[in-house]
């Protein structure tokens, strides 16, 4: 079993930044892929990035390319989403996720774990 807690969250201006966390407990993450999703208002979820912890292999979605970055730090057993460049329209609930997945990182689907979601407000 697998534990994910995010932190980070909160109100910025456009144009600023935010760091979430995650922190995973429960078993190593050697094994596994890690996630951030997103949920606004009205909306379904979405993918916004992942990475493979075994070769820090990463994706991102095409609105957030070249503004996120995700990381890990495996001595922590904690994945970062670094947020630069806010927008209002990157208002929502992140949600991180780990699964053992093969192919595709970006289908929420094969994510087996999710934390409980940190709130990022985009003020214009």
């Known amino acids: 079993q697998v534990q994910l807690v995010e932190s980070g969250g909160g109100l910025v201006q456009a144009g600023g930044s935010l760091r979430l966390s995650c922190a995973a407990s429960?078993?190593?993450?050697?094994?596994?892929?890690m996630g951030w999703f997103r949920q606004a208002p009205g909306k379904e979820r979405e993918f916004v990035a992942a990475?493979?912890?075994?070769?820090?292999?990463?994706y991102y979605a095409d609105s957030v390319k070249g503004r996120f970055t995700i990381s890990t730090d495996n001595a922590k057993n904690t994945v970062y989403l670094q947020m630069n460049t806010l927008k209002p329209e990157d208002t929502a609930v992140y949600f991180c996720?780990?699964?053992?997945?093969?192919?595709?990182?970006?289908?929420?689907?094969?994510?087996?774990?999710w934390g409980q979601g940190t709130q990022v407000t985009v003020s214009s």
């Open positions: 996720a780990a699964g053992s997945i093969l192919g595709v990182l970006n289908d929420q689907l094969k994510y087996a774990y």
């Open positions: 990475i493979r912890w075994s070769d820090a292999g990463t």
């Open positions: 429960g078993r190593s993450m050697t094994y596994y892929s």
